[in-house]
């Protein structure tokens, strides 16, 4: 058991005076009832929401966001909107993202509060491989499956970027599969081969894949088997 705004304090990141405060403003409600009073124990896994956004001391949070074009993967941008402001939960300042996309790529974004856990997803040493749809401004020429295969040297490395797989979709459009996460990569791999991605949106990121039902903005919680698909196997 614990008490009620001893809970606040560590659930939503305020003192026990802010907490009393919430409390009196009749903002928190506990099992669907408003409680004013802050001594009042409840058990840690008590139905508690603030503002109607539910409180819980589980421990880190892992989210899949289906990432929507315009909006900056930081908590702060002086000219575009970022996606945390699209995310409606307590403590959202305290998630960060494992993996960033470009401003204008949308698809599967990661948040999550568990440190270890967005390591093993970005560190290039687990190869988490992602694969990303492209459009391209022009035609795919016969020979860039082959050059992405073999990896090239993009401008300002020093290594050449790791094999990576296209599957042609159409004229214009692939599937790429890549193994590392340099900086805007699929669009530096493209224009070394003289062509200028017009569109790109990532499906998956090693073997989770974006859920289809999910809406441009819209997010929701991984399932404990979509979380231990990045944690170490026994």
């Not at 880190?60 to 908590?75: A, D, L, Q």
């Not at 996606?83 to 960060?96: P, R, S, T």
């Not at 289809?212 to 997010?219: K, R, T, V």
Request: glycine share 8%; hydrophobic share 35%; with cysteine.
């Amino acid at each position: 058991m614990i008490r009620l705004d001893k809970f606040l304090c560590e659930t939503v990141g305020v003192t026990r005076t802010q907490a009393t405060r919430l409390l009196k403003e009749k903002r928190v409600t506990v099992n669907g009832d408003i409680v004013k009073s802050g001594s009042l124990k409840i058990a840690e896994d008590a139905d508690v929401e603030f503002d109607g956004a539910s409180l819980h001391l589980s421990g880190p949070r892992y989210i899949m966001m289906n990432k929507p074009e315009g909006y900056v993967c930081s908590h702060e941008d002086g000219h575009n909107p970022t996606v945390f402001i699209l995310v409606d939960e307590v403590g959202a300042d305290k998630l960060h993202i494992a993996g960033r996309l470009d401003c204008d790529t949308t698809g599967l974004l990661l948040l999550t509060d568990d440190g270890q856990w967005s390591h093993r997803v970005t560190s290039p040493k687990h190869k988490c491989d992602k694969v990303y749809r492209v459009v391209l401004d022009d035609p795919i020429s016969e020979e860039t499956a082959d050059v992405f295969s073999e990896g090239l040297l993009l401008r300002g490395e020093k290594t050449d970027t790791l094999p990576a797989q296209l599957e042609q979709v159409s004229e214009k459009e692939s599937l790429l599969t890549i193994h590392e996460g340099k900086y805007h990569q699929v669009k530096r791999m493209f224009a070394a081969v003289g062509n200028r991605v017009v569109g790109l949106h990532r499906e998956s990121v090693g073997e989770l894949v974006l859920d289809d039902s999910l809406e441009p903005g819209q997010y929701r919680a991984l399932t404990a088997e979509e979380i231990a698909l990045f944690m170490p196997r026994k």
